[in-house]
């Protein structure tokens, strides 16, 4: 083996030199290449949301438009309620992470640090859970929720997403690894359940909230087979609904369409680019979310 | 009640005496999350294998017909599309995301790249994006008149092809689409597994004359293989339930032709569109089925995967 390798070095430095200079150039070149697959198609929608109708059937295409027409933003604006859209995906996307980092934190800190008769099998249900795919669900709790008046209204979209087995699950497997020892001490200092909850265990688990409220966002931010069942009213819908069935309606109009999917996916982006570093490690942190 | 031993804290005495205000507090906490999942999930999912034995609108009281549901889908051959289509979606999905996202993670781990950090945001950039808008600018860069694509092929001489329009190219689409919004999340996962393992192995094979690709087939696959499979599963699981892409490009229909017809869109179209909701639960039965063998499969693996994540 040593021989081997000494006679390759003997060989020529240079051409070893040359091999892995090669080599490296084509890791770099892939590496570049695939960031452009996937960067060109978001520049591309920029420049069509930009151009007029005509333009866009200019073949072969012009890349950049040959005048930006920054009024099809008002167009948009005056073509579908765009706005109303955006509200109606905050307002629920906002409760609906709120609610889970509380319910989700609060059930799986009871699942980790307390006993009590029945814990096992209710948290086996909810682990259960976990495995139930959501179109099994989706039509019995349309009708559940029917028979609540809760079909075309927030709190329809809301209440079945304000709480989920994986994040119960996450928190749990976060929150094991906090001391009991803190805990004990805790109350011994007669601190109330809800005050150790608030003071204690919410603060030591800022990485599993940070994991869960992206993934909750995300996850309630760009939903659409269940806004799509229960909304009824274009009032009602929210950004990706708005989205698909603009689509439907003004069909081939692209910079229309290329503008509001712009403005769809500009917040996501910007957060995304922010906070890309808690992304990645949710993720981690999460093991693997199915 | 004196003795209550979890699975996962055995032999901690000082918690089986719980006192009373903490066994309060505890039973306080979950009655609003487990109502919800009891609501939502639990009863949904028992009502579920209810009425896939029912006629049922959601107007008139569910009528009982026995398995005629499972009868007629396993009979109709649009059904019989669907499950080809989303095994073929799938299987496709499963392989291209896995080959990119480890080819990715692969260069994003070589000490000497630059911009590492950099190429990994980006490549997990389309994760972040919803479906709806992704699948709509595809649409738009698959467009056999004026998309991007067809221009590209015309650089190299290839004549511009139908894409969505064509019933035997449509699902190709879909599945680039999925390999372009997915493959980052693979990235992310494979990247953090490849940075698991020890230096000392890559230097003790280093000692032996071993190179690229040697490292790559004797030491990273085989200690990364549990993410492998794990992200196989998971992708496998999630690829099944394929449904926005579908819905949002071919308006609900899974054409051209029922090619990109696939279940969960069969669902949705005849349960909601049609208002057959017995029929809907039936096909979200047969799904439920399929996937139940491919979780058993994930759960099995699931432990030494993620053993060896570390994470």
């Known amino acids: 083996m040593a021989a081997i390798k000494n006679s390759d070095v003997y060989r020529g430095s240079t051409s070893r030199k040359i091999n892995k200079f090669l080599s490296r150039a084509v890791v770099y070149v892939i590496a570049i290449l695939a960031a452009i697959i996937v960067v060109f198609p978001l520049i591309w929608i920029i420049f069509t949301a930009f151009k007029s109708l005509p333009e866009t059937y200019v073949w072969p295409p012009t890349w950049l438009p040959v005048r930006w027409r920054f009024d099809n933003i008002a167009q948009l604006f005056k073509t579908i309620p765009f706005a109303r859209y955006f509200l109606n995906s905050v307002v629920v996307s906002l409760p609906i992470c709120i609610l889970n980092l509380f319910f989700c934190s609060l059930s799986g800190y009871i699942f980790a640090k307390f006993n009590f008769p ?81 003071q204690l265990i919410v603060p030591s688990s800022r990485h599993a909230f940070a994991a869960l409220a992206i993934f909750t966002f995300l996850d309630s931010w760009n939903a659409f087979l269940w806004p799509l069942i229960v909304i009824d009213t274009p009032a009602m819908r929210t950004l990706p609904l708005g989205l698909a069935l603009l689509k439907t309606q003004y069909i081939s109009q692209w910079p229309l369409i290329m503008m509001a999917t712009l403005l769809t996916s500009l917040p996501v982006i910007i957060v995304y680019i922010i906070f890309q570093g808690q992304f990645t490690r949710g993720i981690l942190l999460s093991g693997l979310k199915q | ?111 000497w790249l630059l911009g590492r950090t950099f190429f990994r945001t980006i490549y997990f950039l389309p994760v972040v994006i919803s479906m709806v808008a992704v699948s709509i600018i595809w649409q738009w860069i698959f467009d056999s008149r004026v998309g991007l694509i067809n221009l590209a092929l015309g650089f190299i001489g290839i004549a511009p092809q139908p894409w969505l329009s064509s019933a035997s190219q449509a699902l190709l689409v879909i599945i680039i689409i999925s390999v372009w919004k997915f493959s980052g999340y693979n990235v992310v996962i494979f990247t953090a597994a490849i940075q698991n393992i020890s230096k000392d192995y890559y230097e003790a094979a280093a000692v032996d004359g071993s190179n690229g690709w040697t490292d790559f087939w004797f030491i990273t696959l085989p200690l990364i293989s549990p993410t492998l499979l794990f992200a196989i599963i998971t992708s496998a699981i999630g690829s099944f339930q394929v449904f926005d892409s579908v819905y949002v490009i071919t308006q609900g229909m899974g054409g051209p032709n029922f090619s990109t017809m696939t279940l969960l869109v069969y669902l949705y179209k005849h349960a909601f569109d049609g208002m057959r909701f017995g029929y809907g639960s039936a096909v979200s039965i047969v799904m439920f089925g399929i996937l139940m063998i491919l979780t058993l499969v994930q759960l099995r693996i699931g432990r030494s995967s993620s053993e060896a994540m570390n994470f």
């Open chain 1, 118 to 198: 029945g814990k096992n099998v209710i948290f086996i249900a909810v682990l259960a859970t976990i495995m139930i795919p959501f179109q099994v669900t989706m039509i019995p709790a349309f009708a559940i929720l029917k028979t609540f008046g809760w079909n075309n209204s927030y709190l329809g979209l809301i209440i079945p997403a304000m709480v989920g087995a994986f994040g119960i699950f996450l928190m749990r497997q976060f929150m094991m690894s906090i001391p009991t020892e803190l805990i004990e001490a805790a109350r011994m200092d007669g601190a109330s359940e809800w005050r150790i909850y608030l």
């Open chain 2, 1 to 111: 009640m004196g003795k209550v031993i979890t699975l996962t804290m055995p032999i901690k005495k000082r918690y089986s005496k719980l006192q009373a205000p903490q066994r309060r507090f505890a039973y306080l906490a979950l009655i609003i999350p487990m109502a919800v999942l009891i609501t939502f999930v639990i009863v949904p999912t028992i009502l579920a294998g209810y009425y896939s034995l029912n006629d049922f609108n959601m107007i008139k009281p569910p009528q009982f017909v026995g398995l005629s549901n499972f009868v007629e889908l396993f009979s109709d051959p649009i059904f019989q599309a669907a499950l080809r289509n989303t095994i073929v979606y799938m299987v496709a999905c499963v392989a291209a995301q896995l080959v990119v996202g480890l080819g990715l993670a692969i260069i994003v781990t070589r000490e």
